[in-house]
């Protein structure tokens, strides 16, 4: 099975993911994606993968997502986009994807719903 994940070793939630993988026998392809970040379409088509509006791959906590006005009523996704460009930290984490699907794996025991689907 060919999994990739985007992950931050600074955070918990990912290390756990990595983890369930590497018990599980799987040896994902790591991207960790502050040291090379995705570009706009593949953030684009992470979201698209996921099923989910951009928005949702989003991280607030701990990012400048305030201070840049991203939480406002019509933020649009080039909007969107353009921050996650500049800021990566705000693209949420860890995000594992299996073939053409994506998931955003918090709280990090999505993960092995997420294998299982993808077994199945």
Not at 3 to 30: D, E, K, M, W
Not at 47 to 54: D, E, T, Y
Not at 80 to 97: M, S, T
């Amino acid at each position: 099975m060919d999994v990739t994940v985007y992950h931050n070793p600074n955070c918990g939630t990912s290390r756990n993911v990595l983890a369930f993988l590497i018990q599980r026998g799987i040896q994902p392809t790591v991207i960790e994606y502050l040291k090379t970040p995705p570009n706009r379409s593949e953030v684009a088509d992470l979201a698209r993968k996921a099923g989910v509006p951009l928005r949702d791959l989003v991280r607030e906590k701990g990012t400048p997502f305030a201070e840049l006005g991203l939480g406002e009523p019509g933020v649009t996704d080039a909007q969107l986009l353009d921050a996650i460009e500049a800021h990566p930290i705000l693209l949420n984490r860890p995000i594992v994807v299996i073939g053409d699907r994506a998931r955003l794996c918090r709280p990090s025991e999505t993960v092995l719903a997420f294998l299982d689907e993808a077994q199945a």
